[in-house]
């Protein structure tokens, strides 16, 4: 019955690996062909002449390097945002390093595990509970959101502000989204020690106890506004510097005023690939960059440019710095591609700390 059951979870696991590769190709190739599915004529029709479009991809690369460098640079000003949700300090060399393998995991393999394998190592090396850099790291990726949404809203007010203000709707949902998220966080940063604590008195459910005492360390920053600002203050950093790059680059295909768009392009690229483990992220990828670049006036062939380069630059500068880290740490590349294994220890870890002996 056991092997079974194993063998019904890693069928599963297939299923989902082909829809997720299949669904992914459907997206992708929306950048460079049209799909017909009404019966007359061929089912894909290409946008543009794909042997012009390979010639002239060399001619984009005077903005290719400039959002290189920014892309890089979200590492070390990550590295930088993280000590602001951290309690008690971590040298900037240790958190550069963490955040750019979590930055190599992200981008060169699947899962999108990136946050997690940072969190992972953050706690087996300063020998922090998981749950409480898990916890330091969700605020940061909140307060980034938080920051993204303020940068989107700021740019309605550019030379694109009557373009965009088809986004309107959605950008409602994201900020309603984000501002209940922000609520859920600081009500858990608040009542989750009490409730540990009540559960201790009655000497009931003593792992989950320590796992909400946990979940008050890691998001500690919470309790308290000043806190929160000052990690809403480092959270901007990377998000300015992504949302340049992406404004930069749409400039460099001939949009003028791209600048103040490259938030929006970020925003829509975040909602679609904010959650661990989503299948199709590639294609989506591809499919929001291409949409969203045509949206503003890019010709099919510029726009196919934008998302192939953007995502080939994010790709390379986050893999290649990410990288260095992975082989300065002396870490395989097999430990690091055991996602399931991963996610067994963390599991392991969390469960070991969470029957330890509640903090008075």
């Given amino acids: 019955m056991k092997g079974r059951g194993q063998g019904g979870r890693a ?3 297939v299923l989902l690996a082909v829809f997720g590769l299949g669904l992914s190709v459907v997206l992708l ?39 290189f460098l920014l892309q890089a640079s979200v590492i070390p000003l990550r590295a930088v945002q993280w000590q602001s949700t951290l309690r008690r300090p971590v040298p900037l060399k240790e958190r ?51 920051a993204l949404m303020l940068l989107v809203s700021v740019s309605l007010l550019g030379p694109f502000g009557a373009t965009l203000s088809r986004f309107e709707g959605e950008l409602k949902v994201a900020v309603s989204l984000c501002v209940g998220l922000v609520a859920l966080v600081v009500l858990l940063a608040h009542w ?3 409730l540990a604590h009540w559960l201790h008195r009655r000497h009931k459910l003593p792992r989950l106890e320590g796992f909400l005492h946990h979940v008050s360390d890691g998001l500690g920053t919470a309790r308290s506004f000043i806190g ?67 949206s503003l006036g890019a010709t099919p062939e510029d726009a196919a440019a934008f998302a192939t380069l953007t995502h080939l630059g994010t790709v390379i500068s986050q893999v290649g710095v990410g990288a260095v880290s992975v082989h300065l740490r002396k870490i395989r590349i097999r430990d690091l591609r055991k996602g399931g294994s991963l996610a067994r220890e963390a599991a392991q870890h969390v469960a070991h700390d969470s029957v330890e002996p509640a903090p008075p």
């Fill in 96 to 146: 550069y390093h963490l955040v750019a393998i979590g930055a190599f995991v992200h981008n060169a393999l699947p899962g999108k595990l990136g946050d997690v394998m940072r969190s992972f190592l953050l706690s087996r090396t300063q020998r922090i509970p998981f749950l409480r850099c898990l916890g330091s790291v969700g605020v940061c990726k909140l307060m980034e959101f938080a």
């Fill in 11 to 13: 069928l599963l696991k």
């Fill in 192 to 194: 989750s020690a009490p």
């Fill in 228 to 294: 929160m600002a000052r990690v809403f203050a480092f959270s901007v950093g990377p998000v300015l510097a992504s949302a340049l790059a992406y404004g930069l680059a749409l400039h460099g295909i001939g949009i003028s005023g791209g600048l103040f768009a490259g938030a929006v392009v970020l925003g829509a690229i975040s909602l679609g690939q904010s959650l661990p483990g989503v299948p199709a992220g590639l294609g989506l990828y591809y499919f929001v960059t291409s949409w969203a670049a045509r």
């Fill in 29 to 67: 190739s929306t950048a460079f062909f049209k799909w017909n599915l009404q019966g007359t004529g061929p089912l894909l029709q290409p946008r543009f002449p794909l042997d012009e479009f390979v010639r002239d991809l060399p001619g984009h690369l005077v903005w290719l390097l400039p959002f």
